[in-house]
């Protein structure tokens, strides 16, 4: 039997920019019909070296071969031309164009006048790549009406039009179902079964020992080790990605032994996401919520910060009911909020970490004559990146630039200057690295020992397991359970999870 020639081979790929050494001898390659995970922690090379590989950036030495052919990539196109096609994590599809129109943008049919599009032919050479891969989509329908998984398959749909061979997803699964997921998965089976060789870059471990064939491992830019995925563990891997061990099954310290409720909610209403929901909040606690997407946890929070508007329901802090109807007003009361989406919510991409620490207390920073003092939010930024452990290469360097996990100690350190006492995580750890992770885990459990209280709202339920003192467990809209950490466990959750009209657990205690 012949052997297959490799669809990409990259030797000795060096890249530097100014003051950084980004690739280091970096080496990777990919059969045809094989899922290849691409790891390692945010900063590690990854995103780098498939830049180098879809001809964004130039290598400046080693060699790259594509089947077998030594070739330097150009551009973008140069790339497509040769087969290689990247599906983002952040999709940029044009939104007020049909699926059809995405699908064939800058290539679209003619009619006979050779000066109108050719719509029918568009749509009928769609619908040909939808049913290819059992996509269940119409070519004529507007972009902006899908989901985000359906957005998805549309861009793999493209991919396959200019007849891919090499297929590079980016965290794939970072904003979809469980559903959606397993039909993601279902579409990469097709596709290696067509010999298209994927690239699979992700962060979630078990996607990665089910889906991939084999693992490359990148650090600090260097390659460090190629594995078969059924030869290995994720605690191999993880060990390799970080050159240490996690412990990552651990349950969280025992509450901060106080009586002092800090929040407490009753009877809140928002729409149909949430329902008649109740809950409290202690002193130094870690509060967990879990549930499956679209239960109504995110929607809960947002209610709670004022940037939703409540239908009804009360909040109290410290014993004492507010009124809280825009984010200002719940900053003024002490809490502060880290969105799911925190490129679009919680940064300003654009201005470097001193604006972006600082943002939420600018009249701490004003001086008698009403102006900004620069050298005191200087002073207050640096203080907060040294406690945050943030890695940048200086207070000017804009936050757009910064790995995820740094991005997110920027936006605790905002909300820490601004000394709020209730801090709502929504999804702490989406698109982070494991060793990024470990990080922002110690920082949540050393706000809980200073005293803060903090909201965990994660869809990973170990890391909700990890984190939690306690855990609500939402279903469509309602809390259908609560757990301490001593009950908790995966298939409890999953219990209530699922449950639609579920009753709690245990029965709240008096916290009036």
């Keep these: 039997m012949a052997t297959l020639e490799k669809l990409v081979r990259m030797e000795n790929i060096q890249k530097t920019f100014p003051g950084v050494h980004a690739l280091d001898n970096c080496q990777f390659d990919l059969m045809p019909g094989e899922v290849h995970a691409?790891?390692?922690?945010?900063?590690?090379?990854?995103?780098?070296?498939?830049?180098?590989?879809?001809?964004?950036?130039?290598?400046?030495s080693g060699t790259i071969e594509i089947k077998g052919v030594p070739t330097n990539i150009t551009s973008p196109k140069h790339a497509k031309d040769l087969g290689i096609s990247i599906i983002h994590q952040e999709l940029n599809m044009c939104q007020h164009l049909t699926v059809a129109q995405n699908i064939f943008i800058g290539r679209e049919f003619v009619d006979k006048t050779k000066i109108a599009i050719d719509e029918k032919r568009l749509n009928l050479q769609s619908q040909v790549l939808l049913s290819m891969l059992k996509v269940d989509i119409s070519p004529e329908d507007k972009v902006s009406s899908l989901t985000v998984a359906k957005e998805q398959m549309v861009e793999i749909v493209k991919s396959i039009s200019y007849n891919a061979e090499v297929l590079i997803m980016d965290e794939p699964t970072a904003s979809l179902t469980t559903s959606e997921i397993e039909k993601l998965f279902e579409i990469i089976e097709y596709l290696k079964k067509k010999n298209v060789g994927i690239v699979y870059i992700s962060h979630r471990m078990d996607e990665i020992m089910r889906i991939a064939d084999r693992i490359t491992v990148m650090r600090d830019g260097?390659?460090?080790?190629?594995v078969k995925a059924a030869d290995t563990n994720i605690n191999e891997i993880i060990k390799m990605m970080i050159g240490?061990?996690?412990?990552?099954?651990?349950?969280?310290?025992?509450?901060?032994?106080s009586t002092e409720t800090v929040l407490e909610v009753k009877n809140l209403n928002r729409g149909k996401q949430v329902n008649d929901v109740s809950f409290y909040l202690k002193k130094g606690e870690v509060l967990g919520f879990a549930g499956?997407?679209?239960?109504?946890?995110?929607?809960?929070?947002?209610?709670?910060?004022?940037?939703?508007?409540?239908?009804?329901?009360?909040?109290?802090?410290?014993?004492?009911?507010?009124?809280?109807?825009?984010?200002?007003?719940?900053?003024?009361?002490?809490?502060?909020?880290?969105?799911?989406?925190?490129?679009?919510?919680?940064?300003?991409?654009?201005?470097?970490?001193?604006?972006?620490?600082?943002?939420?207390?600018?009249?701490?920073?004003?001086?008698?004559?009403?102006?900004?003092?620069?050298?005191?939010?200087?002073?207050?930024a640096k203080e907060m990146v040294d406690k945050m452990g943030t890695k940048t290469p200086s207070l000017n360097?804009?936050?757009?630039?910064?790995?995820?996990?740094?991005?997110?100690?920027?936006?605790?350190?905002?909300?820490?200057?601004?000394?709020?006492?209730?801090?709502?995580?929504?999804?702490?750890?989406?698109?982070?690295?494991?060793?990024?992770?470990?990080?922002?885990?110690?920082?949540?459990?050393?706000?809980?020992?200073s005293g803060r209280s903090v909201i965990v709202i994660s869809s990973e339920l170990p890391e909700v397991i990890r984190l939690s003192h306690r855990i609500y467990v939402m279903c469509e809209g309602r809390i259908t359970g609560e757990l301490t950490s001593e009950e908790v466990t995966q298939e409890n959750i999953m219990t209530f999870a699922t449950m639609r009209q579920g009753v709690i657990t245990k029965k709240e205690e008096s916290v009036s």
């Excluded at 240490?244 to 032994?257: A, C």
């Design 38 to 60: 691409l790891m390692g922690e945010n900063g590690a090379g990854k995103s780098t070296l498939m830049k180098i590989l879809t001809g964004v950036y130039t290598k400046d």
């Design 222 to 226: 260097q390659y460090i080790k190629t």
């Design 244 to 257: 240490r061990e996690l412990k990552g099954n651990l349950k969280p310290e025992g509450i901060v032994s």
């Design 292 to 380: 499956l997407m679209g239960a109504g946890r995110t929607e809960t929070a947002r209610a709670i910060f004022g940037a939703d508007k409540l239908d009804s329901g009360e909040v109290y802090i410290k014993g004492r009911k507010v009124h809280i109807i825009s984010p200002e007003d719940a900053v003024k009361h002490g809490i502060g909020y880290l969105s799911e989406d925190r490129k679009k919510f919680g940064l300003a991409l654009g201005l470097d970490v001193v604006t972006n620490s600082v943002l939420a207390s600018y009249e701490k920073f004003v001086n008698r004559f009403g102006l900004i003092d620069s050298k005191k939010c200087n002073e207050r």
């Design 397 to 449: 360097q804009k936050v757009k630039n910064l790995s995820g996990g740094n991005q997110q100690k920027v936006i605790i350190g905002k909300w820490l200057i601004r000394d709020c006492d209730i801090l709502i995580f929504d999804e702490p750890t989406r698109g982070i690295d494991v060793g990024a992770k470990s990080e922002i885990y110690k920082l949540i459990e050393e706000l809980a020992r």
